[in-house]
């Protein structure tokens, strides 16, 4: 079946914009997490939706970001008044259950968003 | 919060030969720990994981081990190809705060 896909692939921006980007989780995941990686880095945990809830926005950089799931699917991640130090990838996953019982399942990772703040 | 550590940060390789990336997680409540390859440009992918109720998995080259004593955990490739070369990423998922923590990821490189 398809896996996860996000939209825009690129997206160049002028510093001061909004931007939002867009998941599309696989199929009856349940679970769908953000995650931001700069150029040479590692992945770093924005937030976590269980269903349309997030229960973890601890990830979040500053109120510039946030994050909504609607119908238990697709997931927007808007951030406003971007920065240049806004620019990395954005990355999507999703996970058939998440987090239960003390323990979490795989997460499957989408294309990411390359963003660019000018 | 759990810290995760990875090394090294690049790691070259003769074709044939084996690599070890090594990872170390702080956070004893930890107990779910993937690793994931990224090629260029590309999404990671998951390439073998373990939870702590075993010490070891095994999927045709590759295998991880896990310490959970000392808190470290370890990528082994066998027979490497170029094919393997990449950026390796392991993670740590804590049950106490119920977040996926990544290590910093190495650069593999296999030399033909």
């Known amino acids: 079946g398809a896996g996860v896909s996000q939209s825009p692939s690129n997206k160049v921006t002028e510093k001061g914009k909004d931007v939002e980007l867009r998941c599309d989780p696989i199929?009856?995941?349940?679970?769908l997490y953000w995650y931001r990686q700069s150029l040479g880095q590692g992945l770093e945990f924005l937030i976590y939706?269980?269903?349309?809830?997030?229960?973890?926005k601890s990830g979040l950089p500053s109120d510039r970001f946030s994050a909504e799931r609607t119908g238990g699917s697709v997931s927007t991640l808007t951030i406003q008044r971007t920065q240049q130090e806004d620019s990395a990838v954005y990355l999507c996953a999703s996970s058939l259950v998440g987090t239960s019982g003390g323990s979490t399942d795989t997460q499957y990772f989408g294309p990411g968003t390359r963003l660019t703040v000018l | 919060g759990e810290n995760v550590e990875q090394h090294p940060s690049t790691l070259s390789v003769q074709e044939g030969d084996s690599a070890v990336i090594k990872c170390t997680y702080s956070?004893?409540?930890?107990?779910?720990f993937p690793w994931y390859k990224q090629e260029l440009g590309k999404r990671p992918q998951l390439i073998i994981d373990i939870r702590s109720n075993v010490g070891e998995k095994k999927d045709q080259r590759i295998a991880v081990t896990l310490n959970k004593t000392a808190k470290h955990f370890s990528l082994h490739i066998t027979e490497t190809q170029p094919e393997d070369s990449a950026v390796y990423f392991c993670?740590?998922?804590?049950?106490?705060?119920?977040?996926?923590?990544f290590g910093t990821g190495t650069r593999l490189t296999i030399i033909p």
């Open positions: 993670a740590a998922f804590n049950f106490g705060n119920e977040k996926l923590t």
């Open positions: 956070d004893s409540a930890s107990n779910y």
């Open positions: 199929s009856g995941h349940t679970a």
């Open positions: 939706f269980q269903g349309n809830s997030a229960p973890d």
